[in-house]
Each structure stands twice: as structure tokens, then as C-alpha cells.
């Protein structure tokens, strides 16, 4: 067993050097997560990420099954989001199979993405304002927007969180004229509601100086550590792939991706306010534009789908990052070949790099930031 | 001035406070379980097989076909075949389960058992209160409690139900239809076998059982 | 992606530009037309830097390693061949004969790399290595001084494929505990036999069922 962890670095006549293991049980690791940080003092000399505590082997049980019962364990994935995972699945199953999307279908995939990214940024905002010690106010304040979007979840599609919504080839059940005159109903509280949390935190003394100049992140090591999602573009680097792939129609919704300066906490929090605004204007613009229609190709079979031989990479913007699925498929009914890119995972690779020479203290608000679902990272 | 951030979030905090007692809106907490929040018809918890009229065994549409088997996910549900065959909704003969569990601890409540059934036998629960104090036994739900009747499911799930009875109702008419027309072609081939001159007789009423059995009957009653 | 030049032509500039590269298309039966490019072992590294410097394709994001684990297989053709054989008349003649020869193809591990450009916007770019055997040669060289983010991708792949990938900085496993002795994602992998944990025995009816 390789673990140099337990070795002795002198740092000559600095101090002591003190081993401190966070997590696995630690309110504010998000999950099973374990972090072993070398303290100099407060400063942080080293820190190594552990994990695997959440792995489930999704990967070898989806290759077990069928195509389709792949889809419910997508949804445990990263499992505040299932909406998102569901399509990034299905968008890759879609490429190897070479299926088409009715367009009712994709508006109300859309909808349901969207929605989904909200209701992502707003628990991470509450949770990383729980993490710098605000005692659950502002989590409360996101919660009760973030329930509002959990019950049309599950008024459309049976289950809050476990959603299982998606189809490859289209939705499972159609959106009912009255649902989406609820999302209609829902879309004027949003704005408020981020107003509202702005107007509790935007200025907040304790906020700017815990989180302003923390946990900085450069362009360039953002770029070669494979970092997606708003955590790279608060380092100011302009990657969305809803903008770069257009999947499904998102070339035709007008959205901006906001972009960060300084690559610290603050403009990674400031991203997440920023990008729910954006997400408004896309519903919005979906619920205007939505057409009648069917919502699954006729032509897919579910059951016993047999894709040609052959593979595919498939990848969504998710809440997180960029969410892909690599599928080989050898022409069975069981893939060959299932891998999941987990944004969570490869966006910790450069943790260790954002929290050297940072008090300990800071560690807690950089992990916050980076916005991890262990059954992401860990699968 | 110092402070002013933090003094602006307490206004926030304070509007909310005083602000639950006279918007609902703000008030979210619901005191669970003397107040109970409906469910939406669509929510779903753990499938529950259905039966028709008021015998569990003898209404129940699930003919054993096995694909929730197959299908299930997490392979949580085991059916063993019957040897004998009983009647269905439209009478024709089908075999049924002898053993039908479902292992409700290993069930994550996907609902692909209820997307796949062909025969509208498998329907998902919103019972969620289900703890119980043995976690072997208890949790394996065998086919005597997870047979639920067709009223129960209308009353859960009321549009679903709905459309489920208008296309079975459309079933047993389509069946009764084509068992009438069977029924009528054969006697006019039997009365044209008896005498080639005479002119067929009209289509004959259709019969309450709507199956194969009675209307070779008929036509022997014809002869 | 409008950018991209096709995969023939990026395996053209590959070998013109890092001498001595093995560059193989291999293609891609599905719709998706995501073909890829086979790379040697030995210059797979200097192959990855070309692209990532390279001036049009500026493949910067490596977005995702895959580990790959194809088992030795088998394949039998039925060939006519010449033999003498002794005929029912004790007389011996040529004739020829239907023979099945079976033909071992060994299996190998397999690394799929995922690259686009953050700069360009396009990709994606497929690059596979691949490993001599599954047994005793299971090395490949890293690509993480080329891109940091195969770093955790990369000891994922050898913490459940086993491959090992030559120049990485902290290969271990990053899944499954320390101390654990094999490789789970194999296709051979053979679970535990822990039916101890199972709640209720599947397939046994139980005596409940009256």
C-alpha cells in the first residue's frame, strides 16, 4: 500500500506539521468525502482528496442490464440533478443508436433541464452560505424555492429527485397542458426570490471577506485540469457546452454565459446567482415557444434496444459541468462499454491547488464552491 | 458604513419573520403528520398488483408473462408461473402467478415494471409509511399484499384509472364484436353446408361471455 | 466542431509531425461517426503534445479517459486444406478436406482518450492506447504531464482496469479501498460470494407464502 501520506516532511524550523484527516463524516464535506490536509499552523501545505466511499460500481451494473435500466441508476448519479443525468444518458444512446428527438420532446427536456439547474444553484448557494457558517438562513431562503421546483417534479414525473423522466428517443409521460401552466405560475416568484437573496447577502461583510481572493483558480490551470461547468468560467474562460455543442435546441433560446474575473469563491458564488438569472429567461423563452406534438419517436424500441456496433460520446452542460457518456455498444442489448465523465470528480483534481497556503478555514469554503455530489465523484 | 451588509440581511430576515404571520407564503412549514400535504396524483412510492371486481385471485390481470421480471432494474421482483390457466377480462384463458414477490428493500421505485406490462396488471402505490420493525420478512411483499382492487387504483391515481378502464371497456367490446362476427360467419356456413339455396340468416346476437367456447356452441345449437 | 478536420487528415499531420508515430484509424460502426485514432505506445506522449501545441487543432481540454478491458478471444474459420487419406480400397489419395482452425486473439486493455479544444471550440478528437497483453505487460504512458485533468481519470483506470500508466505522479487506487487485490471493471472480475449480507434469499419462496 502506497501511502506517503504517513511520511514526515521536514520543513526545517517552520513549526510542526499537523495531519488533520476531514471527513468522512463532516457536515460540510457534501457527501462522504475525505480530505487529508497538512497543516503548517492554519496553513494548508498539502492536501490530498480521498474518496470512493459512495462507489457503487454503477458503471459495471449498467453494462449488466439493458439500455433502459441504465436510466434509473443515472438518476443516482449526481442525484440532486436526475433531470440533467437522464439526458445526458439518453443524448448518448441517441448518438450510438442514431435517434431522433420529436421537438415537443426536446422544449420540455429544456423546461425540465433548466429547472433542474436552478434548483441546483440555489441549494449550492445556501449550502456553501451553511458552510461559511450562516446557520442555515439562506439554505432555508433556497429551499423553499427549490420545492416549489421538486413538486412540479414530481406532479410530472412521479418522483421528486429519483425523476427517471427521460427516454432515449424522447420523455417517458407528456407534460400536461396544467403543468406547464404551473411553471408558468412558478417563473415570477424566481426572479423575486433571487432578488431577495441578493438583497440578504449581495453586500454581506462576512461573505465578501471569506470568499473574495479565496480559492483562487487560474485560466490556465483551469483549461489543462479538465475543470467544466461554472467553476471554469469564473476563471474567465468562455466554455458552456449549450453553447459550444448547441445539443438538443439550445441555438434557439437567447442566453448569455456570464464569465468571472478572478477565479476566487466569490465569482464562482457570483456565477451560480448569475447563471439562475439566465435560466429564467430560457424558461421563459420555452414556455412561450412550446409546440404540440408527440413526445417519443415511434420508431425506438425500449425494450431490447440493439444499437449497431460501434461507440459514442454523448455530453450535456449539467449544473455541475460537462456531463458525458462514453458508450461502446458490441451490437447486444447490454452495453459493452458504459463510462460516466463525473464534472465533480475531475473539478476536485486541482483542489490541492486552490488550497495551498490558505488557512484551513478556507478549505471548507473552496470545497463549497466547487459544488461535488459524491454519487457523482464516486459513482 | 460597517455592518451595512449584515444590517440589510437582518431587514431581510426580520420582513420574513414578521411576514409569515400574514402571507402564506412565507409560512413553509407544514406540521406533519396532523396536517398532511395531498400528494400529486402522478407520485409514485412501490408497485402494487390490481385486480378486477372483488377476488383477489380470480380478478387478477397479471398473466405471468414475466417481462417485469426482465425488465426490473434491481431484479427485485420473482414470479414463478402457474400450472393452470384461469379466465381473463375478456375471457380468454391465461395462466397466472403462482408466486409473486417483490423485495420492496431492494425496489428503488424506477416505475419500468409498470412501463413495460402489457397487460395493465402492475401499477405503482403512493403508500409511503410502510415502516416496519422486521427487515428480513416484512419487506418482502408477496402477491397476497401487493394485490390491491381497481377501486383503490381509481382512487389514487383517478385519471390514469380512467384511461385504463376506457381501453379495457374498448377490449372486451372489440373481443365481444369479433366473437359475434366469428360466431355468425360459421352458422352461415353451416346453413349453407345444410342448404346451399337458402339465403344466409343474419348476424346472431352476440354472447354474454364474448369467448371462442360459447359461440361454437351456438353454432351447434344452429345445426 | 466545423473546424475540425477530418480524422485522416489529423492522423497525416500527427505522423508528419512527431517522427516515428504509429498512427491507426480505426472507425466507428455507429451513427455518431466518432472515429479514433490508434497511437503506439511508444510515442503516444510526444503524439498528445503535438496536438495539444498544435497551431489549428489546439486540443487544450482532454475531457475524458476511459479505460477499456477486451478479453482474449477466439475465432474459427473453416479451411480447405490438401490431405492424403486412405480410402475405403486401401488405396492413398489427396483430397481436399474441410478443416476448422481456430485462431487465438489476445485480449489487451485499452485507455480512449476524449479531446476538444476549449480555444477552438471543437473536438471531439478520439485517441486510444493500447496495452500489449492483460497479463504481465499492462503499461502505457501517462498522458497527465500532457493534460492535468487525466491525473484522477488515469488512477481510476488502474485502480479498476489495471493498467498501469508509466510517468503519472501518484498512481494508486482512487476507488476502491488500499489494500484491495484486484481489478472490479475486468470483464473476468469474479465478485465475492458475501450472500450474508442479502436481505432475503432471491428466487427462494419464502415459507410466508401461504
Known amino acids: 500500500m502506497s501511502n506517503d501520506l504517513l511520511e514526515v516532511d521536514p520543513i526545517a524550523g517552520q513549526g510542526e506539521i499537523m495531519e488533520v484527516s476531514m471527513g468522512p463524516h463532516h457536515p460540510s464535506t457534501h457527501g462522504v468525502f475525505r480530505m487529508d490536509v497538512r497543516l503548517e499552523g492554519e496553513k494548508v501545505v498539502r492536501l490530498k482528496p480521498v474518496f470512493g466511499y459512495l462507489h457503487r460500481n454503477h458503471e459495471k451494473i449498467a453494462e449488466h442490464g439493458a439500455y433502459l435500466a441504465a436510466i434509473p441508476y443515472t438518476d443516482r448519479l449526481d442525484y440532486l440533478c436526475s433531470m440533467t443525468n437522464n439526458w445526458g444518458y439518453c443524448l448518448a444512446v441517441e448518438k450510438l443508436a442514431g435517434i431522433t428527438v420529436p421537438e415537443r420532446a426536446e422544449y420540455i427536456r429544456v423546461i425540465v433541464a433548466e429547472l433542474t439547474r436552478f434548483q441546483n444553484h440555489a441549494g449550492l448557494v445556501g449550502f456553501l452560505l451553511q458552510d461559511m457558517g450562516a446557520s442555515g438562513t439562506p439554505l432555508m431562503y433556497a429551499f423553499r424555492e427549490r420545492e416549489k421546483v421538486l413538486d412540479l417534479f414530481e406532479s410530472l414525473s412521479g418522483a421528486r429527485m429519483m425523476c427517471n423522466y427521460m427516454r432515449f428517443g424522447g420523455l417517458r409521460v407528456d407534460a400536461t397542458a396544467a403543468w406547464l401552466d404551473e411553471v408558468r405560475r412558478l417563473l415570477p416568484a424566481l426572479p423575486r426570490f433571487l432578488d431577495e437573496f441578493e438583497n440578504l447577502l449581495r453586500a454581506n461583510e462576512i461573505l465578501m471577506a471569506r470568499t473574495q481572493g479565496t480559492g483562487r483558480l487560474s485560466r490556465e490551470l483551469a483549461v489543462s485540469a479538465g475543470v467544466t461547468g461554472p467553476m471554469l468560467r469564473a476563471s474567465g474562460v468562455n466554455y458552456d457546452v449549450r453553447k459550444v455543442d448547441k445539443y438538443g435546441i439550445y441555438d434557439r433560446f437567447d442566453f448569455r454565459v456570464p464569465l468571472g474575473d478572478h477565479g476566487d469563491v466569490y465569482d464562482r458564488y457570483m456565477m451560480r446567482i448569475l447563471e439562475m438569472r439566465e435560466t429564467v429567461k430560457i424558461l421563459e423563452q420555452a414556455l412561450r415557444g412550446i409546440p404540440e406534438g408527440p413526445i417519443m419517436d415511434p420508431k425506438v424500441r425500449l425494450r431490447g434496444l440493439r444499437p449497431k456496433a460501434g461507440e459514442a460520446y454523448g455530453r450535456i452542460e449539467s449544473p455541475k459541468g460537462e456531463l458525458g457518456f462514453f458508450l461502446i455498444s458490441d451490437g447486444t442489448t447490454n452495453p459493452y462499454r458504459y463510462r460516466v465523465r463525473p464534472p465533480s470528480m475531475i473539478n476536485l483534481t486541482i483542489l490541492e491547488d486552490m488550497c495551498l497556503g490558505q488557512n484551513i478555514a478556507d478549505v471548507v469554503v473552496t470545497l463549497g464552491s466547487v459544488d461535488i455530489v459524491l454519487g457523482e465523484v464516486d459513482r | 458604513m460597517l455592518g451595512e451588509g449584515i444590517i440589510q440581511g437582518l431587514l431581510e430576515t426580520a420582513r420574513n419573520f414578521f411576514g409569515s404571520y400574514v402571507e402564506k407564503d412565507r409560512l413553509t412549514t407544514v406540521q406533519f403528520p396532523e396536517e398532511r400535504r395531498p400528494l400529486p396524483e402522478a407520485s409514485r412510492n412501490f408497485p402494487f398488483l390490481l385486480y378486477d371486481g372483488t377476488d383477489p385471485d380470480a380478478g387478477l390481470r397479471c398473466v405471468s408473462c414475466q417481462i417485469c421480471e426482465k425488465e426490473c432494474p434491481p431484479r427485485c421482483i420473482h414470479i414463478e408461473k402457474s400450472k393452470d390457466k384461469k379466465p381473463d377480462f375478456v375471457g380468454k384463458m391465461q395462466a397466472y402467478p403462482a408466486v409473486f414477490d417483490i423485495d420492496v428493500s431492494v425496489c428503488m421505485s424506477c416505475q419500468i415494471c409498470v412501463e413495460v406490462c402489457p397487460f395493465d396488471a402492475i401499477r405503482m402505490d403512493t403508500e409511503f409509511e410502510l415502516s416496519t420493525t422486521d427487515r428480513f420478512g416484512s419487506l418482502l411483499y408477496t402477491k397476497r399484499e401487493l394485490a390491491k382492487s381497481n377501486e383503490y387504483y381509481r382512487k389514487i391515481h383517478p385519471t390514469e384509472a380512467a384511461e385504463c378502464d376506457a381501453r379495457r371497456a374498448k377490449d372486451v367490446e372489440d373481443t365481444k364484436a369479433k366473437a359475434a362476427a366469428a360466431a355468425a360467419a360459421a352458422a352461415a356456413k353451416a346453413a349453407q353446408a345444410k342448404d346451399p339455396a337458402a339465403a344466409p340468416p343474419p348476424a346472431s346476437s352476440a354472447s354474454t361471455n364474448g369467448a371462442a367456447a360459447p359461440a361454437r356452441s351456438e353454432v351447434k345449437e344452429n345445426q | ?210
Open chain 3, 1 to 210: 466542431m466545423s473546424t475540425l478536420p477530418p480524422v485522416e487528415d489529423i492522423k497525416a499531420q500527427i505522423e508528419a509531425g512527431v517522427p516515428g508515430a504509429v498512427v491507426t484509424v480505426v472507425q466507428n460502426g455507429s451513427p455518431s461517426a466518432q472515429h479514433s485514432l490508434l497511437l503506439g505506445r511508444e510515442h503516444a506522449r510526444d503524439a498528445a503534445l503535438f496536438l495539444r501545441d498544435h497551431a489549428e487543432l489546439r486540443l487544450d481540454f482532454c475531457s475524458l479517459v476511459t479505460g477499456v478491458d477486451w478479453l482474449d478471444t477466439e475465432t474459427s474459420e473453416k479451411v480447405k486444406v490438401k490431405k492424403v487419406v486412405e480410402g475405403p480400397d486401401g488405396t492413398q489419395q489427396e483430397t481436399e478436406v474441410e478443416e476448422t482452425r481456430k485462431t487465438k486473439i489476445p485480449g489487451y486493455l485499452e485507455a480512449v482518450y476524449h479531446l476538444f479544444s476549449m480555444e477552438k471550440k471543437h473536438g471531439p478528437v478520439v485517441i486510444r492506447v493500447r496495452t500489449a497483453n492483460r497479463a504481465d505487460y499492462a503499461h502505457v504512458p501517462s498522458l497527465t504531464p500532457v493534460w492535468r485533468s487525466c491525473e484522477f481519470q488515469e488512477r481510476e483506470a488502474f485502480d479498476l482496469y489495471g493498467i498501469v500508466f508509466d510517468g503519472h505522479p501518484d498512481l494508486r487506487r482512487i476507488l476502491m479501498w488500499d489494500g484491495f487485490a484486484d481489478f472490479p471493471m475486468r470483464k473476468d472480475y469474479v465478485p465475492p460470494d458475501d450472500d450474508a449480507l442479502a436481505t432475503v434469499p432471491h428466487g427462494k419462496s419464502p415459507e410466508v407464502q401461504a
